[in-house]
């Protein structure tokens, strides 16, 4: 059975602060996504990385899928309010199904 | 705006009871998938429909069902209800039949039990 674990479950940081948030697996993904969740609607899909060591960036957010392809990571710089969310990513598995780790939860304190 | 419709956005009812939750999915997706998220908690997948035909099963119990209509709309039957099932409940929809490309979800609809 193909798992993805978040890491940490639960992040409280103030406004200004970098942040990393972590994905894991013993398991090799074809690709990895990743959402934001804010409360009250869906997720929305935020990014897609595809090849190992691939490293993209929208704006103050960096995420980067392992050389392996069973990790990637996102990393905040310089956390906004705005950022306060759910992060879930969602790894490619063997029989084209969609593995999704259990989530982070992000809050910026003003 | 995802472009998925669901409905109801939120519905209170009580144990033992039987619910339908609608969704529509983006124009022209022919995958709709149902999730379940507890509160605070990460996503659940249920089951994913293709162009009418079950395609993937997850943790879909006994008690719950669903189908795609000719339409594409799905909907997802739940029934026999207990308190654990109250929950978010999203559809998602995708153009493609795997499961791998990107997911447009629904703003949920929320069911409590009481």
């Known amino acids: 059975t193909q798992l993805l674990e978040q890491s940490p479950q639960f992040l409280s940081i103030q406004e200004g602060e970098n942040l990393t948030v972590y994905c894991n697996s013993s398991s090799v993904f074809s690709s990895l996504q990743w959402y934001r969740q804010e409360p009250g609607e869906g997720p929305v899909l935020l990014v897609t990385v595809v090849t190992g060591g691939e490293v993209k960036k929208l704006k103050r957010l960096t995420f980067q899928f392992g050389d392996a392809r069973k990790d990637s990571s996102l990393h905040i710089t310089a956390a906004q309010p705005g950022d306060t969310g759910l992060y879930l990513c969602a790894g490619a598995g063997s029989n084209y199904q969609l593995i999704w780790g259990a989530g982070t939860k992000l809050i910026i304190k003003p | 705006d995802s472009g998925v419709t669901q409905t109801p956005k939120h519905l209170i009812t009580a144990t033992g009871q039987r619910v339908t939750l609608r969704c529509s999915p983006r124009s022209g997706d022919l995958s709709v998938y149902w999730y379940q998220q507890s509160l605070d908690q990460g996503l659940q997948f249920l089951i994913q429909y293709y162009n009418g035909e079950e395609r993937a099963k997850g943790n879909i119990l006994e008690r719950f069902s669903a189908q795609q209509f000719p339409d594409l709309h799905s909907e997802l039957n739940l029934s026999s209800l207990e308190l654990g099932d109250s929950a978010l409940y999203f559809c998602?929809?995708?153009?493609?039949?795997?499961?791998?490309?990107?997911?447009?979800f629904g703003e949920g609809s929320r069911l409590t039990v009481l």
């Open positions: 998602a929809s995708s153009a493609f039949q795997g499961n791998t490309g990107e997911l447009f």
